[in-house]
């Protein structure tokens, strides 16, 4: 049986792009300077928004009694879990997300590089890429289980392939698990947890902007505060 532990963990972090944070100027600003046709464009982009869907009671991956209202930074952290990646995550389906996070500010970084650089490659996008994330840092309290140091679930650290980690993780979360401490796997000697339960995810504020500079080609990026 898969160990769980109490963390009992403040600060960590999850890098979210500038443009969708609590007070952020959305996207679709830069479509038009029309005010009429934007206010049209933003009616439009909240009738197919997940999160607004989801509080609605209209999206199937989570129930809208899950989510939170009325506390600081709840679009935050309901929009994790509103709007997974397609295909999924590590330990989460493309039918419902969860707020991942580092404990050391470096591993959240080195987890949002990886994805980026893995976006750029895939879009077949050449020139240099200029990204904006703010750290939004969070509490748990709560026991989670804890795949650090056990054999039995290396399978879920595979660097490129998600199929055992996300096989355990809707097991977990149908068993009613809080979610997963693991290893983190773009960042050795890191430690990131999964949280599958947004009223779990506490005391969420807003830290540092920092700008991720990517280079044309293959590379690390640069990056800096402010």
């Known amino acids: 049986m898969l160990r769980t532990s109490l963390i009992d963990r403040r600060d960590t972090h999850r890098l979210i792009p500038a443009q969708f944070a609590d007070d952020g100027d959305s996207v679709l600003t830069r479509l038009t300077d029309d005010d009429q046709l934007l206010h049209g464009i933003f009616e439009l982009d909240n009738a197919t ?66 994805h980026k650089r893995i976006w750029l490659e895939e879009t077949g996008w050449d020139e240099e890429e200029v990204c904006e994330y703010i750290d ?43 979610g997963i401490v693991y290893p983190c796997v773009r960042h050795k000697g890191g430690t990131c947890l999964v949280c599958f339960r947004p009223v779990l995810v506490t005391n969420v504020r807003r830290g540092h902007l920092f700008t991720f500079t990517f280079p044309p080609k293959e590379g690390a990026p640069k990056i800096r505060r402010g």
């Open 49 to 114: 928004n997940d999160r607004l869907a989801a509080e609605s009671g209209l999206l199937p991956g989570i129930d809208a009694r899950e989510l939170v209202f009325g506390i600081p930074a709840y679009r935050i952290i309901n929009a994790a879990f509103c709007h997974p990646r397609p295909g999924g995550s590590r330990f989460t389906s493309s039918e419902r997300g969860a707020w991942y996070a580092a404990y050391e500010l470096e591993s959240s970084q080195a987890e949002v590089a990886y």
């Open 136 to 178: 939004y840092l969070a509490d748990f309290h709560a026991e989670f289980h804890d795949i650090r140091g056990s054999k039995p679930h290396t399978t879920c650290l595979a660097p490129e392939s998600y199929v055992a980690s996300q096989a355990l993780a809707a097991e977990l979360l149908e068993a009613g698990s809080a």
